[in-house]
């Protein structure tokens, strides 16, 4: 089963807030795990991660705290997934695992790779922006238009 890991959803997490706050604003890692009911000790460590990976930066003083590097839309759901857990693996085996006994035979090991990066590539298409705006989209009626509708002509009362 391919699953997220705890660290990485609590980034994405982060990551979303800070992308839906408005533009400029920071917070801090306490503020983050509040808002979530997340342990503020592994909120900071996930923080301080993406901040080494480049993806958040810090800033010191009375209203210090962290905010985007960089646009939600240039930041990918891959990016964060490498940041905190390392690179995507499908297989335990990797494109240089030789010493496993089916290296030689093993007739799924190359299309397991190829699924492998399908779904890296689908990580990196999905952008924190995506994750942001969605919550516009949840707050709008059922069955409304995500964006508003540009009418041709104008409609019948």
């Avoid at 010191?60 to 646009?71: E, K, M």
């Avoid at 390392?86 to 990797?94: E, L, Y």
């Avoid at 924190?128 to 409304?144: F, M, N, S, T, V």
């Amino acid at each position: 089963m391919l699953r997220l890991s705890k660290k990485a959803d609590y980034a994405l997490i982060a990551l979303k807030d800070l992308a839906s706050s408005p533009h400029g604003t920071s917070s801090s890692a306490r503020e983050i795990a509040a808002r979530y009911k997340i342990p503020v000790e592994l909120m900071a460590k996930v923080l301080q991660r993406l901040a080494k990976r480049g993806l958040l930066a810090s800033h010191q003083g009375t209203r210090g705290g962290y905010h985007l590097a960089r646009p939600a839309a240039r930041i990918s759901v891959a990016d964060v997934v490498q940041a905190i857990d390392g690179p995507v693996m499908v297989t335990a085996c990797s494109d240089i695992d030789e010493s496993c006994e089916q290296y030689l035979t093993c007739n799924v090991r190359d299309p397991l790779w190829r699924l492998k990066e399908r779904i890296v590539h689908t990580l990196a298409e999905f952008t924190i922006d995506e994750l942001a705006r969605d919550d516009l989209r949840a707050q709008l009626p059922l069955g409304a238009p995500a964006a508003p509708v540009a009418w041709s002509t104008p409609p019948d009362h």
